[in-house]
């Protein structure tokens, strides 16, 4: 229907016109307003030379300015680079180089980060400028003087200062463009743009190497989430509140862009904070709350909750390795949710794969992704290369037209994530059901072998989940002299649970409930497991810190007993 992202806004601007499109604190916009900012920024953008298919990157938390930016830079033809707000410099730097971005826009103060100021002595050839956002409330960031400041080699500009070249206003002595650009150049520019360029690059969270840019195209990910939309129900005036950060493909485009296509309210939050989440929901009349199991979680175990009106939310949707029956139970009970759905998707598709549907009993939705979305195929293929019957696992293989191109720059990376019929290998394990419906047990790099036999963490954090004093859970695994490898389990236990006795009666639970092997020879009860911006669990920190015999931050360290 639209084609590309900039037709989309032009497209909501006219049919949903003076309702609200985004509430950002006290920074309240329409979608009128937000296709007039969106043009403003386009114009700046010509100005200090942008062209289509120029690299231009975001590194800042989610906000009212960090949409505008981006519907304004992709207006202009820029494929937009979204840069994860936990990295430092010098991973924010390998991103800015692999994608060749020649401007970057950034914030100051955010959670203490300097960006800039971090990128100091790094490498970075093909940047050109660097423009400091808009404040999450609206005052400009670091615009208190006209200098322009300089980054080594490469110049910060305030935010004002970077408007004032539509208007061909000289930029520190330096013309940027020779004449005023009106908003009919930035249409035409907008109108310019095809739904088959490159509208952006997500780099994945480099947890097996570092990270890569897989490329999406407009309408690629318009097709893509106008359906995951239209499964899961958004309506025009739902009020979306958007915890994943937009530099996820998730916050982005099952969040930005989905609310422009719907005429839903959008309501970025830039830090995970339950007590803030709870206000906001009870503030804003919150109907729409997506996000990873353990945000549900942490707002199911706030005794905070009851003392706000969380009436309003109806819709939930959440995906992950595992998604316990028991919380999707509680999520209802508890939250007032009608609707809590699961799905399942990767960058290199564009984001979605599998879809639960609202006509779905509630026992699909809790054990299950769903299943394929329409226009994609899935394989589960076993060891062997053929494939798998229904309950055998094996690896997730998706072909459609989701799947990335490739990795920006790497042919071979590429040719390893996508084989010549088409068919990206997600390295995710799984099962289907006789219905189709696709169950992700876990990551091929996750799973651990002991004493011959596999081990996956994701199926026995299930199982412990099940356990009534158990909040979270993550399993992986460490060195065993006999065995190989054995699981260690990171514990949170619910409020008022007796800590000091929670890794005995778990280890002799689970050694009623599943099989030997499975069972973690060590319990660790710890305050909170480490979780990167999106909400996933880092399991990285924990086989280290079980290597290293590192009990991270709990209040007491006991050996499961045997």
Not at 533 to 550: C, H, N, P, Q
Request: net charge negative; hydrophobic share 45%.
């Amino acid at each position: 229907m639209w084609g590309t992202v900039p037709r989309l806004v032009e497209d909501a601007a006219v049919r949903f016109a003076d309702d609200e499109a985004v509430v950002d604190g006290e920074v309240r916009v329409s979608f009128s307003e937000l296709y007039a900012r969106a043009i403003e920024v386009t114009r700046a953008a010509i100005a200090v030379g942008v062209q289509r298919g120029d690299r231009v990157a975001i590194w800042a938390p989610n906000s009212v300015a960090w949409v505008v930016s981006a519907l304004g830079l992709v207006g202009s033809g820029a494929v937009l680079v979204p840069v994860n707000t936990r990295f430092k410099g010098p991973e924010a730097a390998h991103v800015l180089r692999s994608s060749g971005a020649r401007a970057l826009f950034t914030v100051e103060g955010f959670l203490g980060n300097d960006y800039p100021a971090m990128l100091a002595g790094e490498d970075l050839p093909e940047l050109e400028r660097i423009v400091l956002l808009h404040e999450l409330h609206g005052a400009p960031a670091g615009c208190g003087s006209s200098e322009v400041t300089r980054l080594d080699e490469v110049p910060v500009y305030g935010w004002g200062e970077f408007l004032a070249a539509e208007d061909g206003v000289v930029e520190s002595g330096t013309a940027v463009a020779g004449h005023k650009i009106g908003e009919a150049e930035a249409l035409d520019r907008w109108h310019a743009v095809e739904g088959t360029d490159l509208s952006d690059l997500m780099f994945t969270s480099g947890t097996t190497g570092k990270p890569k840019g897989a490329m999406a195209t407009h309408i690629q990910s318009l097709r893509a989430f106008a359906t995951w939309a239209s499964i899961v129900g958004l309506e025009r005036g739902d009020r979306y509140l958007v915890v994943n950060p937009f530099f996820h493909t998730f916050g982005y485009k099952a969040g930005i862009l989905a609310c422009l296509m719907q005429g839903a309210t959008l309501v970025p939050l830039a830090v995970f904070d339950t007590a803030r989440v709870l206000e906001v929901v009870a503030e804003e009349k919150i109907s729409v709350l997506p996000g990873p199991p353990t945000l549900y979680q942490s707002i199911l175990d706030d005794p905070g909750r009851r003392e706000n009106d969380l009436s309003s939310l109806r819709l939930a949707v959440t995906g992950a390795a595992v998604v316990p029956v028991e919380l999707v139970k509680r999520m209802r009970a508890e939250l007032g949710f009608d609707t809590v759905l699961t799905a399942y998707g990767l960058t290199e598709s564009t984001g979605v794969v599998t879809m639960c549907r609202r006509s779905d009993s509630p026992e699909v939705i809790a054990s299950t992704s769903g299943r394929a979305i329409p226009g994609l195929e899935v394989r589960v293929v076993a060891s062997a290369g053929e494939d798998a019957r229904p309950g055998e696992p094996g690896e997730v293989l998706v072909r459609g037209y989701t799947v990335i191109s490739g990795y920006f720059g790497d042919p071979e990376r590429s040719a390893e994530a996508v084989d010549p019929d088409g068919w990206l290998h997600t390295g995710d394990i799984g099962v289907t059901d006789e219905s189709g419906n696709l169950r992700i047990t876990d990551r091929t790099k996750d799973m651990f072998l002991v004493g011959g036999f596999n081990a996956y963490p994701a199926e026995i954090e299930g199982m412990l989940l099940r356990h009534p004093a158990v909040s979270q859970v993550a399993v992986v695994g460490m060195p065993h002299d006999r065995l190989g490898e054995v699981g260690c389990a990171f514990v949170v236990a619910r409020p008022g649970t007796d800590q000091s006795s929670l890794p005995d009666d778990l280890s002799v639970w689970a050694s009623a409930n599943m099989a030997n092997f499975k069972v973690p020879r060590e319990f660790r009860v710890v305050d909170s497991l480490p979780l990167n911006a999106s909400g996933k669990v880092l399991k990285t920190e924990l086989r280290r810190a079980a290597r290293a015999d590192d009990a991270m931050n709990e209040p007491e360290r006991q050996p499961a007993s045997r």
